[in-house]
Structure formats: C-alpha cells, structure tokens
C-alpha cells in the first residue's frame, strides 16, 4: 500500500493515476476540505495529455477556458512575441487551459474514491523501517504504509524530514493575483497576456464565461503582508503606467479576491527518494511559475511514477522515476528562474523587448516542444 500525502494537484492526479493502473493506494490531506481560495491556473498540454489518458480531459476542459493565443507585450500592450496555439493544437490535439485552482481540485477530487483519501490528517513525521512506514500524525495517530509518496507541496514535511538541507530560494519577486467578474474585451476570450514593463509584470486569461483571473508582479522584499485598506489603491499606483484594462481589472476586483504570494521556488536537490519514501511535485522540484509548469510537472509525476510501479520491470521504482524526471524538470526550474529574472528588467528592459520582438521562431517552437511533449522519445 502506498500513503500519500498532500490532495493537491500533485497528489490527487496520483492518486487517479494509480487507481487506473490498480496500485493499492490511500491519500491523506491535513486541510479538512478542498481547499476554495486561490486563482487561475494553466494547464499546458503535457498535463492535458495526462489528463486525457485518465479520461478526465472533457471534465476539466469544461471547467476551464481554452487559451488558444499567447501574447507577451509591454505595458501599454505593444506585442513582442504573439504565438497562436495551432502547431500545439496540431501536434498534441490541444492547446492550454486556464482553470480555477478550485475547480480543477474538485474535478480531480470528484473522480478519486471517497474511500481513498482521508480528510483532516495532517502528517507530523514518519518513521521507515526494512519492512514499511509508520505515518505520525498530528492528531496522534499513526498508521503502516509499504511505501510513502510526499506530494505535500513546497513546504513539505516529508521532504524537511527526509533532506532537512534543502532550501527555498526567494526570487526578489511577489504576486498578487486575484478572480474577478469584470467583462473583457471578445479579443481576450481565448487569449493569455503577459505584460512586462519596468520591474512589474501583468497577465491576464478568462477561466469561464464571467470569471477572469490576473496576476501583478513586482519586486519586494520578502514576507511583507498588505494593508487590505489600501491594497487597491497602492496596485492601482504601482501599475498605472500600463493598458486601462489592467487598472479596470485591478479595481473590479473584491479586495477578498486579491492573493499575496512570494514567488519562491526548491533549491534543486540531487535526490527525490530513499527506498520507501519518495518526494513528487512540489515536495520534490518546486519552481516559480514564470513558465506556468509547476503543476504539470507534478501531474507528468503522478504519470511517470505510476507507469514505473506498474509495469513492475525495476526492484527500484523511486530511483528509475528520478532517472525518467529528473532533467527535464530541473531544466524547467533553472529557465524558470532566469526568466523571472529577464521579465524584470529595468535598465535593459529596452533590450531585451527588442531581443524578445526578433527571437526566432524556431527557437520558440523548439522550447515549446521540449516542454509540452510528455513522453521522452
Ligand atoms: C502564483 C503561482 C502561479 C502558478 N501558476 C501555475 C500555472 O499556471 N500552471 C502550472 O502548471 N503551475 C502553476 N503554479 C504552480 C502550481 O501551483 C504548483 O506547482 C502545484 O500546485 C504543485 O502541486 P503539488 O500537488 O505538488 O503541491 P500543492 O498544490 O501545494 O499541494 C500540496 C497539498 O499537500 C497538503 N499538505 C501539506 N502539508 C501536509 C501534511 N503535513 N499532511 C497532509 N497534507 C499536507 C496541502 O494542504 C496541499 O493540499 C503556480 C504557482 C504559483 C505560486
């Protein structure tokens, strides 16, 4: 029987993976329900793909917007780089999905046996033996599992107990994102933007027909928190310079709505898993989310790990998954990370607007399809 821990994205795209594949499984979630706060999210077609091969594909689809075209501009909306989704469509039979967090989660949820998962258990530390794991919980139980799979997120206890050296990096970044009704423009409906001007970056996509998620980057210290009071007023300032439609979004959204997070990321670390215990997603390879691909690469984890267990051909599953993983994810991590970098530019931000406008396009093409193809072959 493998435990695991986390039902976020990671966990429970894991826990449908292995219950097509009839691995003994059980889930345990120390938030008593799924979790309702949080904004649009993308999912490329590497994890549509996933999705598709658990036939779930439609029911996440038709609780998301399609995102047929990606801009990047500058502030006032001038295009550097426009890439209509075709050749994705045509080679992978789908383009990308802007979806609430939420919905995705209950859409996943819905489709995990409710017997399966364990709500409210929060896992304390663990104990692994030559026969087993016993899981410590912190409502001081404990329960014996064949193997432990952390899928608990970037903070993951599985993983501080596991690799108590590893580290969060802080990127200088903060996001602010945030759900409102406002209407867009009909050009926005299957379009995501990025906007990047001095230091601050914007992005905007529809998740459904009256909901539209954004994001607002900028540069900051660490662990500062807002004053609800003027939070509108100080984002209404710091984004001025940019198109009107970031200033309307930005002031039609319930202050409720608005979400503070540090852009942060997992120090890459050399190893994922002992003989028992292995780390996926987060646990595992956090990244910052300047390629939208944190969450597809858990949902390419819960894939891979499954397939490997399944097929039965290795005494070590955990170690040939980190072998089958490991490059490209971390490879996505590092142009992540320099990305953010680059997107925040201010001296050279005229620079490198003018190196964006000329990159050639097989070159995009080539990134693209390094990432949005799933199998190595
Ligand atoms: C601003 C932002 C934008 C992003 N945009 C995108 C995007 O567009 N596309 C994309 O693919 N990715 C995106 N990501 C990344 C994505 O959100 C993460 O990579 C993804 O959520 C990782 O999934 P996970 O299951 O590994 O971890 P999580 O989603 O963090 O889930 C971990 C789960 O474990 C549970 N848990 C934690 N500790 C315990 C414990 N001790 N016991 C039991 N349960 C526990 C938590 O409650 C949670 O439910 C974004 C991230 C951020 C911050």
Same mark, same amino acid.
């Given at each position: 029987m493998y435990a695991i821990i986390g039902a976020g994205i990671g966990g429970l795209t894991t826990a449908l993976a292995f219950e097509k594949l009839n691995i003994p499984y059980h889930l345990y979630e120390k938030a008593e329900d799924i979790n309702a706060i949080g904004a649009g999210i993308w999912l490329a077609p590497n994890a549509l793909k996933v999705y598709e091969w658990l036939g779930i594909l439609d029911q996440v689809k038709n609780a998301g917007n399609s995102i047929d075209r990606i801009t990047i501009a500058t502030a006032d909306l001038q295009t550097l780089t426009d890439s209509k989704q075709d050749e994705a469509k045509e080679e992978y039979g789908y383009s990308t999905v802007a979806i609430h967090r939420a919905e995705l989660q209950k859409v996943l949820a819905n489709n995990?046996? *409710? *017997?399966n998962i364990s709500w409210g258990k929060g896992l304390k530390s663990y104990t692994e033996t030559k026969e087993g794991v016993e899981l410590q919980f912190l409502d001081a139980t404990t329960t014996i599992a064949n193997y432990l799979i952390g899928a608990d997120g970037i903070n993951s206890v599985v993983r501080k107990q596991l690799f108590p050296k590893s580290k969060i990096r802080y990127s200088g970044q903060t996001c602010w994102r945030g759900v409102t009704n406002f209407k867009l423009p009909e050009d926005y409906n299957h379009r995501g933007i990025e906007m990047w001007g001095k230091q601050t970056r914007f992005g905007i996509s529809k998740l459904s027909a009256d909901k539209t998620s954004w994001f607002a980057v900028a540069k900051s210290k660490p662990f500062l928190t807002d004053n609800k009071e003027t939070l509108k007023e100080d984002l209404l300032k710091e984004y001025k310079k940019y198109a009107n439609v970031v200033t309307d979004l930005i002031a039609n959204t319930n202050i409720d709505a608005i979400l503070r997070n540090d852009i942060i990321d997992l120090k890459p670390i050399k190893k994922w898993h002992t003989n028992r215990v292995c780390l996926l997603g987060d646990a595992g390879h956090a990244t910052t989310p300047n390629m939208g691909q944190g969450g597809a690469q858990a949902i390419e984890d819960a894939y891979f790990l499954s397939k490997i267990i399944a097929t039965n051909t290795t005494d070590s599953p955990f170690k040939e998954f980190q072998k089958v993983r490991y490059k490209k994810v971390n490879s996505i991590v590092n142009q992540s990370w320099i990305t953010g970098k680059v997107a925040h530019l201010g001296f050279g931000s005229k620079i490198r607007n003018m190196v964006f406008k000329n990159l050639p396009k097989s070159l995009i093409d080539k990134k693209m399809h390094f990432v949005y193809r799933l199998d190595n072959e």
């Open positions: 995990v046996a *409710s *017997s």
